[in-house]
């Protein structure tokens, strides 16, 4: 009785995803938290392929998901999981709707250690059902130990600001739209600018 109801809950959260709306926009921000097991569940549903590439050693190097797209055969890529050769994840990628831009709406890198290395959110820009890949949104860079290296903002594939920080997390310098530079003490005043 448990996993009829069990089924019945995933049948319906399962159906809810069909149904729900699937103008343009949403449905390329449709799988962007789904993680490789919700991906399994409806890899059949939702015609999507799974390809997996394997390191010398055995260990998972890549796993994309995609849909195949029609008529000419080329693919639309979904979301990527790309693995060190020790098993630790190295990158996730969650690509828009037409992923064979390159155009990814988020991208996640960490160290070898497991420590996040960069982190980009990127909207792209819609315009007449066709996505232009620009630089919109916030990229970051961390230190191997988890501290903000580097924050940089892009609204129309333009630099907005880019600041960079110190291992200690202390701002030592950034720079605006304008490209003037200004550089800070480590008391946080401004030591120079550009």
């Given at each position: 009785m448990k996993n009829l109801f069990k089924i019945l809950i995933l049948s319906l959260f399962l159906f809810s995803i069909l149904l729900s709306n699937n103008d343009f926009e949403s449905d390329q921000t449709r799988y962007n938290n789904y993680t490789i097991e919700d991906f399994d569940n409806l890899l059949k549903?939702?015609?999507i392929l799974k390809?997996?590439?394997k390191h010398d050693n055995g260990q998972i190097k890549r796993i994309n998901f995609y849909k195949t797209r029609q008529p000419w055969g080329g693919r639309d890529y979904l979301k990527s999981f790309h693995y060190y050769d020790n098993g630790l994840i190295k990158e996730e990628m969650v690509y828009n709707l037409n992923g064979y831009?390159?155009?990814s709406l988020k991208s996640y890198e960490y160290y070898e250690n497991g420590v996040?290395?960069?982190y980009s959110y990127n909207e792209p820009r819609y315009e007449d059902n066709f996505i232009h890949c620009e630089l919109n949104g916030m990229g970051y860079l961390y230190h191997e130990n988890g501290i903000v290296r580097r924050e940089t903002?892009?609204?129309d594939h333009t630099l907005i600001w880019e600041k960079y920080y110190?291992?200690?997390g202390i701002l030592e310098?950034?720079?605006n739209q304008e490209g003037k530079w200004i550089y800070y003490?480590?008391?946080g005043s401004i030591r120079e600018g550009y």
């Open positions: 549903i939702e015609n390809e997996i590439e831009g390159g155009c996040l290395k960069s903002m892009w609204k110190s291992k200690e310098n950034e720079i003490n480590k008391d």
